[in-house]
């Protein structure tokens, strides 16, 4: 029955991963494109660095699901926490350029959040499927 459960719950979170990428970020990035303005240097830098840890938290998700793989269960909590840490420190840094009105930052400031608060979702919903594995083996 666990495994059931565990399997049923891994695909909604997979599933709602794909949503957030499929039906929000592919048509907010329609609309971007759409758009006459950068990102600063900083920005971009942040948003490719946020991301990348982001993805390396969905490969993780997937060895913990196929290889139920407790020890890296255990080490994905403890890197949500810290890109949780890190997703906070990054918005101190967007506003700080805000404060110091960097151009590119205004305009591209909404743009900058939606996507780090995006990529936060992706981050949660990878780390729940960690979450459970380890909730389940404690019951067992």
Do not use: C, P
Not at 67 to 96: D, G, S, T
Request: hydrophobic share 40%; proline share 0%; no cysteine.
């Amino acid at each position: 029955m666990n495994e059931s459960f565990q399997l049923l719950y891994t695909v909604k979170e997979f599933e709602q991963i794909a949503d957030i990428v499929s039906s929000i970020m592919i048509r907010k990035a329609e609309k971007w494109s759409k758009m006459d303005f950068n990102f600063s240097t900083e920005g971009k830098n942040e948003i490719v660095k946020y991301h990348t840890k982001t993805q390396k938290q969905l490969s993780r998700a997937l060895e913990v699901f196929v290889n139920v793989n407790l020890e890296k269960a255990k080490a994905m909590k403890e890197k949500y926490r810290q890109y949780r840490n890190m997703e906070i420190e990054l918005e101190k840094q967007h506003f700080e350029r805000l404060k110091n009105e960097i151009v590119e930052t205004i305009s591209s400031s909404k743009t900058h959040i939606e996507l780090i608060t995006m990529l936060r979702a992706i981050n949660g919903h990878a780390t729940n499927i960690a979450r459970i594995l380890l909730k389940w083996s404690i019951k067992e």
